[in-house]
């Protein structure tokens, strides 16, 4: 079975605070992927990688960064947390095969709240 | 910039019976896919059916199955004989089929909540 974990079920901060979100998945999956999932609004990508310290801006990046320094674990940072980053963030991640990514398998998510 | 517009947030179903959820989609490319995931109350997200667009055949997993009608533009979720177990969130999904930069993202729908009534 795939298993894509993420460091926290909920997580509360702080304005201001730096804010890490760490994944790990356990197929050697070459891509992973990071969304944030809001009511009405279904997930939305922030940021993905296809390989150890590659990285793409999805179609939200600001505010964020990430670090993928080894294969299997790809953070999500948020610089300076905002109360408009709160939200569920999901983890994903995939083969890719020929150029073609293959099916995504998800992380539980984190529940991130900024007071 | 593809688009995926789900226009049911939510549905119910009585046990036992079918329930159909819609998902329409904007693109301009000939060839991509497109799925269905589900997200249980516990959210963690998983695949419930794909369909290649290259494919006139609907596909179907057990008593998931899809109505793609391409010109159309719509992919839709059938269930039938529901569970209580298949209450959940569901997403529509859309991804290209080309390589390069795009590595395999997805574009989601708003997502529709299935309710299962015993």
């Known amino acids: 079975d795939v298993k894509v974990t993420q460091s926290s079920r909920y997580l509360v901060k702080r304005t201001g605070e730096k804010v890490f979100l760490e994944c790990v998945q356990d197929m050697d999956h070459e891509n992973m992927f990071w969304y944030r999932q809001d009511p009405g609004l279904g997930l939305r990508l922030i940021y993905f990688?296809?390989?150890?310290?590659?990285?793409e801006k999805g179609d939200i990046p600001e505010g964020y960064s990430v670090s993928r320094e080894k294969k299997e674990r790809f953070s999500l940072i948020l610089e300076s947390a905002s109360t408009n980053q709160t939200s569920m963030y999901l983890c994903a991640s995939s083969f890719l095969a020929g150029g073609v990514t293959d099916t995504q398998y998800f992380g539980p998510g984190t529940r991130l709240t900024v007071l | 910039a593809q688009t995926v517009t789900q226009s049911q947030p939510e549905m119910s179903v009585q046990e036992a019976e079918t329930v159909t959820l819609s998902c329409t989609y904007d693109?301009?490319?000939?060839?991509?896919?497109l799925f269905w995931y589900k997200q249980p109350p516990s959210r963690q997200m998983i695949l419930v059916i794909r369909q290649e667009a290259y494919k006139q055949q609907n596909a179907t997993e057990n008593r998931f199955s899809v109505n793609f009608q391409k010109a159309a533009k719509s992919f839709s979720l059938k269930i039938s004989d529901s569970q209580l177990g298949d209450a959940a969130m569901y997403f529509c999904?859309?991804?290209?089929?080309?390589?390069?930069?795009?590595?395999?993202?997805?574009?989601f729908g708003q997502g529709t909540i299935l309710t299962v009534h015993p």
């Open positions: 990688s296809y390989d150890v310290k590659m990285k």
């Open positions: 999904a859309y991804r290209s089929s080309a390589g390069g930069t795009s590595y395999g993202k997805l574009t």
């Open positions: 693109t301009s490319e000939s060839d991509y896919y």
